[in-house]
Nanobody, 121 residues
């Protein structure tokens, strides 16, 4: 079955960096697009970034230039490098498997249990 396991979250000061990872299993990783989504305390899920199977990337405006999504198909791993973090980046981050090689994220896409990122001084 589809399994996605996120890791790498933690507490970081504003301006700091974190790298999140998502290890996938149970399907052919290279065939699908993936997204990172997050949920801030008390708010709904919001899309952060997406990468197609061919490597095309898109980002939420507020993270463009600070976050970098990447994938390693051989290791079945999706990553999110986050630099210059801001308090508004705080939340639980999830990786989500797309329905196709290029699909955009929808709320019903499978995702992992999440990893918590807290940006605070």
């Amino acid at each position: 079955q589809v399994q996605l396991v996120e890791s790498g979250g933690g507490l970081v000061q504003p301006g700091g960096s974190l790298t999140l990872s998502c290890k996938a299993s149970g399907f052919v990783f290279s065939n699908y697009a993936f997204s990172w989504v997050r949920q801030a305390p008390g708010k709904g899920l919001e899309w952060v970034s997406r990468m197609t199977s061919g490597g095309f990337t898109t980002y939420k405006n507020s993270v463009e230039g600070r976050f970098t999504i990447s994938r390693d198909d051989a290791k079945k791993t999706l990553s999110l490098q986050m630099n210059h973090l801001k308090p508004e980046d705080t939340g639980v981050y999830y990786c989500a498997k797309g329905r196709t090689s290029m699909s955009t994220w929808i709320t019903s896409d499978p995702r992992g249990q999440g990893t918590r990122v807290t940006v605070s001084s």
